[in-house]
């Protein structure tokens, strides 16, 4: 602890600005509702970069902890952390609250402060980007050797024009719509489909033509109906037929009580494999997907079918306000958070698909329009993918206003992007970065990397950041002690670095957070190497 502040003591010269108050282009942003004007932040701190030392009071209850490590004193700990905003005293409290319940056998109550814990976690990393000059590593199929393919899903989106309906009377909007509105092109759709219906020839047609990948999220009534050996063949010939890449998410989310194979993991395994085989053997340009919900965690290992059965591994999840539509429950998590476990779990061995995510910005337990919460969801998620989850080789945004569209019972959350200026400008903003694949068969051909000590940077770079806090954050970059950038942009904080205009040699790049109040909340800091 005393090392941590004499670190930070050292970043009191940062807080000299190069010259006059400097501040970047206009923006637009949304605080409480309301869009505002916003600027890129004046080129000096807010405060000096000292973060405030912990109480005695906190200092007295973590150490009654340590002494008696009850569940209590862990809970008294991490709460009284978080009224001082000692967000690693916080966080380490929670972890080690979670362990306790983890010991007596109450895996939920762990869960909940795992959870708590990931909410108070600050992190800091920076990142340089460069071109990519490896061949790569051995693929999955239709894996892209570099890059995220973007998806999405948009039959449910009501300010799409140009609907047209396929051989099962399923309605479909044409893709062109969208990426007009998004401004960029995407590389997959995806539509749900009952697991018996006759392939959907005309959908995946139209996908075909305009160089784009069908992904049926394919759902079975029941896992018996795997058993109907005439209807696998028939499908996986037509997929051999259809001679072009298509992804099969076959029964998702089984690890939630909510789907009609969950409860039963050597049945579900058994059928997954039945299924992959069949699909394997006679349409090599398609790709299974497997797919958990993002929770419950501690089951999804026991639904796992195997790796050579699996192409491709898949999480569904969704950032929310409020736990199951109870507003005495706000949502907590990072969306980092719940891809993380799936992540570190197969990412090794599997690229990784986030096969639905979407942040709402409306929830039907408030009726009251936020708009900022999806906006901030959007920038630090898309800026995470490229720089902290590389081996996410996909991610689909859930485009429907379940408000309107879900089953009865289910209308909770507006996800749609096309419906708030805001969000969509979200969107479009955070979408725009080259790690992005718009068609099958592109590859990215730049990358971030993480910027460490040593690095030899030469003419112009293009720095970023990944961060992660419980509060809104204003990022201030620094080089020897002169602010170069500040922004309140949520996101990646990325700026452009023209060291030619530096003297060669060592240089030291920093990164401090604030919160929205100008409080000091953690920093990191480089040695890198400028050369000619």
Known sequence: MRRAFASLRRWEKYIRAPGPVQAGVCAVFALAG???LSEDLPLRLPAPPVAARPSARLLGLRARAIAR???P??????????SERQYAIAADAYRREAAVYLRNGDVQGARAELTKAGRYQVAIAAFVRSP???????????EPAFGCYLGAYIDRDDRLPGAYVDE??????RTGPFEEITGRPHATYFMYMSYGRPFPWRWANALKREGQIPHIAWEPASLYLVDDEAYLRQFSGECARFNYPIFLRFAAEMNGKWTPYNGRPDAYRRAFRKVADAIHRAAPKAAMIWCPNAIPVDTIAAYYPGDDAVDWVGVNFYSVLFYDNDRRRPA????????????????ARKPIAVGEWAATHLAACEGVARPAFAAEKIARFYAALPRVFPRVKMVNWYDANNLREAL???RLNNYQITDDRIVLEAYRAAVNDPWFLGRYGESADVAEHRLGNGAGLSGTVRLSAWTKAPVRTRSYWAVDGRIRHATAR?????????????KPGSHRVSLLLYDALGRFIAGGGWTVKVTR
């Open 34 to 36: 309301t869009v505002v």
């Open 69 to 71: 490590p009850y569940g």
């Open 73 to 82: 004193n862990w809970r008294q700990t991490a709460d009284a952390g978080v």
């Open 132 to 142: 990519i000059v490896s061949a790569g590593r051995g693929r999955a199929r239709l």
């Open 168 to 173: 099962n009377s399923q309605s479909h909007k």
């Open 332 to 347: 907590m998590e990072d969306p980092t958070d719940l891809l993380r476990p799936i992540y570190d779990r197969y990412a």
């Open 408 to 410: 009865t019972g289910r």
């Open 490 to 502: 949520p996101g990646a904080a990325a700026w452009t670095w023209n060291t030619a205009a530096e």
